[in-house]
């Protein structure tokens, strides 16, 4: 009897279990595989799938990581947030393709991707100091998704890099707060003129630049009182604002992509919320949006500002980060005297830590700050619960529980 060819396999029915089995083998080099089902016709539709599986795998037997990222990123291209797809093209530019680019796909295993995680971790990278944990891990990630991809479309049967372990950071990052004075600085220098000539020579301010140092000191204002993500707070329009209620309603978020601006849903479910905040801040708003209608009158054909946002460049338009943080911001850090790393993103962690340091629940906190729960926040503001424990403490005492009251002696002395 001649031997079988391999994929032909044989077909046998296994009464005693109501069921179909097929066994074979796919190559000389494969093990025995097994496929059952009820029927003789689902057990051999089961064996030429992965049989078309195989086809496709051979396809691209000659196909570099390289070349996959490429059909993978333009898969997911409108699929992913467009900060997301931002991180993935980096990545892959700025660090894999480099080391793995020219691997193919069948030939990548695990302990390649650990010990590339572990370089990027401990050798200088493009700024001449090894990544931090968090971006190697972001890098990490990004590999897991490319050939997570592959193995959903049968181009590799298993994902190395889901045996991988992430860089883990032994060193925690803390984190930059202002102080109340800190904070009042910052916005009473805001609110002058005169630190915009801090770093170079003196110039006559024309009414556009005036438009634009206004809108940084009312944008200030309202992320001291509520704590926006960046792309929220510039993203914000005048409808999310009920100036009557004191509520922000957070929607959406901006995108600075490489050419244009977009306008995507916030980072996580929680990040959709309502924020209350103070009558100063309401205030000071609607005294920005009196001066923005008055700007708009005066220059009704240039002030094009379609999407009616609250905060916009001279033009109307949104509001470029990078103009912001080189023309305005580190000037103003500079002027208020404040730490050069000082982020605009520390603004957020500045109000939420002045609130729970003054006492405030850690949930409201963490409502407010859209987190996706209150053991994000926890973590990210635990240098702050000591006091909060002292406040309890001294929270109780203030409600004087025990009075004077003094316990008979139990002894006579």
């Known amino acids: 009897m001649s031997r079988r060819g391999n994929g032909e396999g044989s077909l046998k029915h296994d009464v005693k279990n109501r069921r179909w089995i097929w066994c074979g083998k796919f190559d000389d080099s494969d093990k025995k595989k097994y496929f059952t089902a009820k029927t003789k016709k689902a057990v051999l539709a089961k064996v030429d799938e992965y049989k078309a599986s195989m086809d496709r795998r051979k396809n691209f037997n000659n196909m570099t990581l390289c070349e996959w990222s490429e059909i993978w990123l333009a898969a997911v291209e409108g699929t992913v947030k467009p900060k997301t797809y931002e991180y993935y093209y980096k990545f892959f530019c700025n660090y894999i393709n480099d080391a793995m680019g020219n ?31 968090a971006t190697v891990n972001g890098v990490r990630r990004t590999i897991n998704a490319c050939l997570n991809y592959a193995v959903d479309n049968d181009i590799i049967r298993s994902n190395p890099a889901k045996s991988t372990k992430p860089i883990r950071n032994t060193k925690r990052q803390e984190i930059m707060v202002l102080s109340k004075e800190q904070l009042m600085m910052l916005l009473d220098v805001a609110a002058q003129k005169d630190y915009i000539h801090i770093t170079g020579a003196q110039y006559k301010e024309d009414i ?26 510039f993203a914000l329009t005048w409808s999310d604002l009920d100036l009557d209620a004191q509520v922000v309603h957070v929607k959406q978020t ?29 205030q000071k708003l609607k005294k920005w949006q009196i001066w923005q209608k008055q700007y708009a009158a005066q220059f009704e054909s240039l002030f094009l500002n379609s999407d009616g946002l ?27 005297e404040l730490p050069e790393g000082f982020t605009f993103h520390a603004l957020r962690h500045t109000h939420a830590s002045l609130l729970l340091m003054a006492g405030e629940n850690i949930k409201v906190v963490s409502e407010r700050l859209g987190h996706s729960s209150v053991s ?38």
Request: include cysteine; glycine fraction near 6%.
């Open 254 to 282: 901006m995108v600075w992509g490489s050419a244009d601006v977009k306008f995507v849903s916030p980072k996580t479910l929680r990040s959709k919320r309502d924020i209350d905040i103070d009558d100063c801040t309401v």
């Open 103 to 133: 691997k193919l796909l069948g030939d990548i295993k695990s302990l390649d991707i650990q010990y590339f995680l572990k370089n990027l971790a401990t050798k200088p990278a493009l700024k001449g100091k090894p990544l931090s944990p």
């Open 376 to 413: 994000t926040t926890y973590n990210i503001y635990c240098h702050v619960v000591p006091n909060l424990q002292k406040h309890a403490a001294q929270k109780y005492k203030d409600l004087n529980i025990l009075g004077d009251r003094e316990i008979d002696v139990l002894f006579d002395s």
């Open 208 to 233: 556009g630049q005036a438009y634009l140092r206004c809108c940084y000191y009312f944008a200030l204002v309202l992320e001291a009182a509520s704590g926006l993500r960046i792309g929220e707070l």
């Open 310 to 336: 609250v905060f916009t460049n001279s033009f109307g338009k949104p509001i470029n980060y990078t103009n912001f943080y080189q023309r305005y911001w580190r000037k103003l850090l500079l002027a208020a």
